[in-house]
């Protein structure tokens, strides 16, 4: 156990600060990376990595700094964590990959059998795998329609399902994701989600799910409708939780439609919220889940898991793609699923919860300005707000995030109106580091208040 979460090659799990953030050494490279790497390409924290493991990242002028971002909710198993890093390395040195639809290789099956097991119900399921987030919820897309031979796709306010032309289509926010990107793929129809900090006082899960249901029913029509898409808690949106109630009825509505319910569970996946998937907490069973982030410690890989009647729908050939399922990813999605059950990293999400939400409660009855608390499990945000209002403050959240990032601490922001500070620890990041953490937040706030 103990060789698991510290193994030798971990780095020291401290906050240490030994020079300005950026360091000199991170300066010089952010230069470099000025002149060659695309302008479009952004950067939160211009530290450069050396090495990460547990709950910290080590940069290049040898700063250590409190991860509260897990590589956006990816090393939910922690950085090179043992049994990745071994796994990958036996995988290396046998093959590279063949491409899976040329030859292919235990791994991907093996991988696919694991997402049957721990992905919500216990009905027939089929997978297919692929690279990226994005690339999952567009096959997800192509399935349904294929399933279905209907073509619209129902998608809330607020929600991110990634940037390539169809998924940017998915997406609400225009800056940065779509601004000038267009033209967008056509049926696409959005919808008001539940967002209880900005629906009125006592407006229900199943009031919400009514009111989007009603627009999809004239806008739409519900013949019409190949697949309802959501993320059970926002992710890039801002982590916004709906009301007990929505996602149930948002499903039950999807089976007397004859629509396809695709839970995109990309950033809530894999233990994250403190159940292995978060549809999970309200007993919704999707037809189809869209996974990636946290699935293979760092490595790229996604899926789509769902029903087999859907997943076998579609025409052989019509999935598929070069590196999907890359032998080297599915080593590391094996690895880090074990990992997940060996440590009970659900039980670890819980905890981290448990820990950061009171604390966060604290700070709120004292600086006004955070106006919500949200989120479960190690996926919790607090949104900023002009006090006693519900007017954004997206200053003081970037002046926050940027006072925390020049203290040692990899935080994150995210939301329509940039005002969410969202925090996603690696699950296995140690109680003290995490403590440490909200100290730094807190210092923050005072700061900057
Ligand atoms: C990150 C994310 C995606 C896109 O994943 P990529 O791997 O970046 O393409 C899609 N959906 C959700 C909910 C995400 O958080």
Redesign the pocket.
């Known amino acids: 156990m103990t060789d698991l979460l510290a193994p030798q090659s971990s780095p020291t799990q401290e906050r240490r600060l030994v020079t300005e953030i950026p360091g000199p050494r991170s300066r010089e490279l952010m230069a470099r990376r000025s002149a060659t790497v695309s302008a479009g390409v952004g950067t939160t924290l211009p530290v450069f990595v050396e090495r990460a493991g547990g709950g910290v990242v080590v940069d290049v002028d040898g700063n250590s700094l409190i991860d509260l971002g897990a590589g956006?909710?990816v090393v939910n198993v922690g950085n090179a964590a043992p049994r990745v890093v071994a796994a990958v390395q036996e995988q290396v040195a046998s093959f590279t990959h063949t491409c899976f639809m040329v030859t292919p290789y235990e791994g991907y099956v093996a991988v696919c059998e694991e997402l049957a097991r721990v992905t919500p119900g216990d009905h027939e399921k089929r997978s297919a795998l692929f690279?990226?987030?994005?690339?999952?919820?567009e096959n997800a897309v192509k399935i349904a329609r294929v399933a279905t031979n209907r073509s619209a796709v129902i998608v809330f306010d607020h929600?991110?399902?990634?940037?390539?032309n169809l998924?940017m289509a998915l997406?609400a926010k225009n800056m940065p994701y779509k601004n000038g990107f267009g033209p967008f793929a056509p049926e696409v129809y959005r919808v008001p989600m539940s967002y209880p900090f900005r629906d009125a006082d006592g407006f229900s899960g199943a009031e919400a799910a009514a009111r989007a249901i009603r627009q999809i029913e004239t806008q739409v029509g519900a013949a019409n409708v190949a697949a309802v898409l959501v993320?059970p808690i926002?992710?890039?949106g801002g982590f916004v939780v709906p009301a007990p109630g929505f996602l149930p009825a948002v499903a039950e509505w999807c089976s007397r439609a004859g629509a396809v319910f695709i839970a995109?569970?990309?950033?809530?996946g894999f233990c994250r919220t403190g159940d292995w998937f978060a549809s999970e907490h309200e007993g919704v069973v999707p037809d189809l889940i869209?996974l990636?982030?946290g699935m293979a410690g760092g490595l790229?890989l996604?899926a789509v898991t769902g029903r087999a009647e859907l997943m076998d729908a579609v025409h052989t050939g019509g999935l598929g793609g070069t590196y999907g399922g890359n032998p080297l990813a599915c080593a590391a999605a094996l690895a880090s699923i074990e990992t997940m059950r060996e440590l009970d990293l659900a039980g670890a999400a819980r905890a981290i919860g448990d820990t950061m939400l009171p604390r966060l409660r604290a700070l709120q009855a004292r600086f006004p300005t955070i106006g919500d608390i949200r989120g479960r499990g190690a996926m919790i945000a607090i949104e900023l707000v002009k006090p006693g209002t519900t007017e954004p403050d997206p200053a003081l959240t970037a002046a926050v995030a940027s006072h925390c990032h020049a203290q040692g601490v990899v935080v994150l922001t995210a939301g329509t109106f940039g005002n969410v500070l969202r925090f996603l620890p690696p699950l296995v990041i140690g109680p003290d580091l995490l403590s440490e953490a909200l100290d730094v937040l807190d210092a923050a706030f005072a700061a900057v208040s």
Do not use: C, F, L, M
């Not at 690279?131 to 919820?137: C, K």
């Not at 929600?159 to 390539?164: N, W």
């Open positions: 956006i909710a690279n990226s987030g994005s690339e999952a919820v929600a991110y399902h990634g940037r390539t998924t997406t993320e926002q992710g890039e995109d569970e990309v950033q809530t869209t990636a982030k790229p996604a």
